[in-house]
């Protein structure tokens, strides 16, 4: 009864409304309280002209109302005479037939209308009640979807009420003057949660709305993780995803390469990305690497160096990437990487500071030389791709480095200068050359982490972090602001879960990273690099482990190039490059995959130049038999020699340099630099600069096992 009441209430309301134009004298006040002369004149003239055309219809109306008169009128009149004065059965069966449909119809309004009159305060009641039902929440098995959560379902009442209530002043008086938000995009089901796009009101901007964050979420019966209020396009677009309760307080589950089981036998692609956790919305988030740099950081115990392991594992399972570690802090987290890293350091002292220096110095040069590479390729590729990185002998293949506790890199006294120039060259450039810097920290400041390395870092990962400092350290300047926030990540709670930007295409994810374990009593690591060690015997490229190099016998020197070189010219006196090429080629498998600019190169190296003869270059018979006669005992000794990593895909150290004075005396930190491995093609070197595909370990210092 109430709500029949209350539906006619309404229904005058409506009336009254449409009849004094209530709507458009709200907006001749509004336009006149804002001072705006043009929105008050146009609402003015449509109040006007809706008046005018209100009075136009009402004559249409009477006019065709006395034209229907006019002429059914004598046409009833007439019919009536007949019918009064005349037996049907004389009328012409027309007539008569006129008369009886007339009869039929008047027969059914008789039945019709007693009927209706009995309906019809039925259904004006039925109709009055919908009117005046409560809709809030209304009838919830006609509106509300389908879904086993009903209590985390969210709509735009329900988002406009919480809204309406965060004390924002330009807000308040915008729901005071009746107005309603425009969503540019309703809400929906997206993932684990709701999203929604708002088109706020003049005088807000998404980055108030975010400032209430926490007012936000109450309102919306949430905590304050579970709502993310963040800026669209633009500064007047706030875009709002609140997750169904209690989605995000569990972990992200099993690796999904954690065995064997997984897709593609348990190996991973760096180009393809690895997998690294789960979104708000409960997808997989494959962690871009190739083309990307890394930044992780949060309080202490918060899974920064876990996220790295996992990305460090992801790497490890691709055969083709060569991976370096260096950890500024007496953590043992990556010592079951140690048979699969080419370089690994571990300690507190001057000399891992220093290693790790060297290293990225050595990735500044490694770039100039994979730079003239990619020049010297048909078409001049602009950047490092799976079929290139898959050709051995380019020296191209994925090359990662991670660096935990960077901060202590960044802040040493006396490498810590050169090492945030280095870093900050490496994040700019070294993304087009297949080389990945990952840099983890617990202390993300302005005085810790280069400025320009925040600024250039593709992908920036923020666990629980203490204030805006922090948080923009690790995301970029202006998150805070825009509502991306890990501050709000509990210290304990929400353990393993962070913020990132740059991962996806998305403005930002809200990640629980995957967890591997390694700790007392539990190792899901060790296994994982013994199977990522599998891959590359089962590719073909034999990487030792480095505690048991000593004990492996010296390789097989492999084929002679200058010998080779020799019976390739067959007797000729002058013989093409690419001739020479050929010849070699079906001589020795080892040859297949030479280029000119290595033939070119292993000439340099015995002392043999190309000559240029009728405009193509050629080999001179002469030069050869010079070089054979002149050959010492020396240069024999240097064909036959060991040199790890020329094989260009997963290299060694090529060439372990003579141990500095102070390193004479005592080995600092933990040395993980593989041992020489089986060259499938050594090649003579002259002293110098190395050109092979992997770089010089100069933080090797000896064997991994001291």
């Known amino acids: 009864m109430w709500f029949v009441v209350r539906g006619h209430w309404r229904w005058l309301g409506k009336a009254w409304c449409w009849a004094t ?39 249409i109306v009477l006019r065709r109302a006395v034209i229907t008169v006019r002429v059914v009128g004598p046409v009833a009149v007439a019919l009536w005479l007949v019918d009064a004065f005349l037996d049907r059965a004389d009328m012409w069966p027309w007539l008569a037939g ?58 735009e009442r329900m988002i406009s009420r919480a809204l309406a209530h965060l004390g924002i002043s330009p807000l308040n008086r915008f729901f005071k003057d009746g107005g309603e938000l425009v969503y540019t995009v309703p809400a929906r089901k997206d993932g684990d949660g709701t999203f929604t796009q708002v088109r706020l009101p003049l005088g807000v901007t998404a980055d108030m709305v975010a400032g209430q964050r926490p007012k936000l979420a109450a309102n919306l019966g949430r905590s304050a993780l579970e709502t993310w209020p963040t800026q669209g396009e633009e500064a007047g677009i706030l875009d709002l995803w609140v997750a169904d309760k209690g989605t995000l307080s569990g972990g992200a589950g099993p690796w999904p390469l954690l065995d064997e089981s997984a897709a593609d036998g348990g190996r991973a ?39 790295l392991r996992t990305l460090m594992l992801g790497a490890a399972l691709d055969p083709t990437a060569e991976l370096w570690v260096f950890v500024l802090g007496e953590s043992p987290d990556f010592e079951p990487f140690a048979p699969r890293l080419t370089r690994y350091r571990m300690g507190m002292d001057d000399a891992v500071a220093e290693a790790a220096c060297q290293a990225l110095a050595d990735l500044a040069e490694e770039m100039e030389r994979r730079g003239k590479t990619l020049g010297a390729q048909t078409g001049q590729p602009p950047k490092v791709s799976r079929r290139l990185a898959d050709q051995r002998g380019l020296g191209l293949h994925p090359l990662v480095i991670g660096i935990d506790e960077c901060h202590e890199l960044f802040q040493h006294p006396k490498f810590g200068k050169r090492a945030a120039e280095l870093a900050v060259r490496l ?17 993300p ?11 250039n870092v593709v992908c920036g990962v923020a666990f629980s972090v203490a204030d805006h400092i922090a948080n923009d350290g690790l995301l970029g300047s202006g998150r805070y602001a825009a509502g991306i926030r ?36 539990a190792d899901d690591v060790t296994p994982i690099i013994a199977r990522a060690m599998a891959l590359i015997e089962e590719d073909g490229r034999a990487l030792p482990a480095p505690r048991r190099a000593e004990l492996e016998p010296a390789p097989d020197a492999g084929p002679d190039h200058l010998t080779d070189i020799a019976a390739a010219m067959q007797g000729e006196r002058r013989v093409r490059t690419q001739v020479v090429l050929g010849r070699l080629a079906a001589q020795h498998p080892t040859y297949q995959e030479w280029t000119l600019t290595d033939l070119r190169d292993a000439l340099a190296d015995l ?33 036959t020699r060991e040199e790890p990593g020329s094989q260009g895909v997963l290299p060694t150290p090529s060439l372990t340099p003579t141990p500095r004075p ?45």
């Not at 501050?487 to 913020?499: F, I």
């Not at 930002?508 to 591997?516: C, G, P, S």
């Not at 193509?616 to 064909?639: F, G, K, Q, S, Y």
């Open 21 to 59: 134009y209530a709507d458009l004298r709200a907006d001749v006040r509004a336009a006149r309280l804002a001072g705006d002369v043009d929105a008050r004149r146009t609402a003015q003239e449509l109040i006007r002209a809706d008046a005018k055309a209100r009075w136009a219809r009402v004559g």
């Open 98 to 155: 006129t008369y009886a449909a007339i009869g039929g119809v008047w027969t059914v309004l008789t039945t019709a209308v007693p009927v209706l009159l009995v309906c019809l305060p039925v259904v004006w009641a039925i109709a009055a009640a919908f009117e005046g039902r409560d809709r809030e929440p209304g009838a919830s098995w006609l509106i509300q979807p389908e879904r086993d959560d009903a209590g985390s379902w969210v709509d």
């Open 269 to 307: 692609d760096v180009f393809a990305g690895v997998p690294f956790g789960l979104s708000q919305r409960g997808l997989v988030v494959n962690a871009p690497l190739i083309g990307a740099s890394w930044l992780i950081g949060g309080r202490p115990g918060q899974g920064k160096t876990s996220a």
């Open 427 to 443: 994040v700019k450039r070294g993304r087009k050359y297949g080389i990945v810097p990952l840099f983890a920290t617990q202390s």
């Open 445 to 455: 400041t302005k005085d810790s982490i280069p400025r320009e390395l925040t600024r």
């Open 486 to 521: 890990a501050t709000e990540l509990r210290t304990h709670t929400d353990r393993g879960t962070c913020v990132a930007v740059g991962v996806t295409a998305e403005t930002f994810e809200l990640i629980r990273t995957y967890y591997v374990p390694f700790e007392d009593g």
């Open 607 to 639: 002392g043999i130049t190309p000559q240029k003869s009728d405009g193509r270059m050629v080999i001179r018979a002469e030069d050869v038999t010079a070089a054979l006669h002149n050959r010492t005992a020396n240069h024999i000794r240097e064909a």
């Open 662 to 706: 102070e390193q004479r005396k005592r080995a600092s930190g933990r040395a993980g630099s593989l041992s020489p491995a089986t060259p499938k093609t050594p090649r003579k070197r002259r002293p110098g600069p190395q050109r092979g595909t992997s770089l010089p370990d100069t933080g090797g210092g000896g064997h991994h096992g001291h």
